[in-house]
């Protein structure tokens, strides 16, 4: 059975043993992961009467063509962000999760980031989309399912890194079964980074970009490491 204590003591080991690499790998992770976003909003101190007769100003059928632009051009955006996603950021957060599991074992070269493209790429894009689409399934249902099944599909990535060549069901039914027992134990992991997060919002991210989210990654990959070993 692994030990938390253990498992964080060897990822700041590999982590630190290869820092820069490792910090740069974990940046392009959570960019590809879709890092925390911010959007504002800007208050419109127009009156009521003002937007009235700006909508007065045109004709239904011109609002109808207005909003069908709106709508047509959101989709676009939408379709183009989910395409880019599944065929170029997908691979490369594969690609990421390899490079920190060989920096597990040795120091990890960069060229590993790109290995989600060059080892069976179809395959590589398919399972990434299926682990989202279940996952996106069970959130459906209810946010704790959700939860749950995150922590059953953790493994994938790990997975996929070291058998480029097994199908898509396989390798999410072998998260599963890695995993199985060590879901609340995993989450437990999670929650020992706690402090280190409050930490990394309090320095604006940068001590995220620095430490944080390479030791947590890293981390990740060590657990991948016991639990394959087990």
């Known amino acids: 059975m692994w030990n938390r204590k253990e498992l964080k003591e060897k990822a700041k080991i590999a982590f630190k043993a290869n820092y820069w690499k490792t910090v740069l790998v974990s940046f392009i992770l959570v960019i590809v992961g879709g890092g925390a976003g911010y959007v504002t909003f800007s208050n419109n101190s127009a009156s009521t009467n003002d937007v009235t007769t700006q909508v007065n100003g045109f004709s239904q059928g011109e609002l109808l063509a207005i909003l069908l632009a709106v709508l047509g051009g959101i989709a676009l955006i939408g379709t183009v962000m989910f395409v880019v996603k599944l065929l170029l950021l997908n691979p490369l957060s594969v690609g990421c999760q390899k490079f920190f599991k060989e920096n597990a074992e040795f120091p990890a070269d960069l060229n590993e980031i790109g290995a989600g493209f060059r080892e069976k790429y179809g395959n590589v894009v398919l399972t990434i989309f299926l682990q989202n689409l279940f996952l996106a399934l069970w959130t459906m249902l209810f946010i704790i399912p959700g939860i749950v099944k995150s922590y059953s599909y953790r493994m994938v990535p790990f997975i996929l890194a070291d058998n480029p060549?097994?199908?898509?069901?396989?390798?999410i039914t072998k998260s599963r079964e890695m995993m199985n027992g060590h879901k609340w134990d995993a989450f437990v992991l999670d929650l020992s980074f706690l402090g280190w997060l409050?930490?990394?919002?309090?320095?604006?991210?940068i001590l995220a970009v620095f430490y944080v989210d390479p030791y947590i990654f890293q981390t990740n990959a060590e657990l991948y490491l016991a639990?394959?070993?087990?």
Not at 198 to 205: E, F, H, K, N, V
Not at 227 to 230: F, P, R, S, T, V
């Open 165 to 171: 060549e097994m199908s898509s069901t396989d390798i």
């Open 198 to 205: 409050i930490l990394s919002g309090m320095t604006a991210g």
């Open 227 to 230: 639990l394959k070993g087990e």
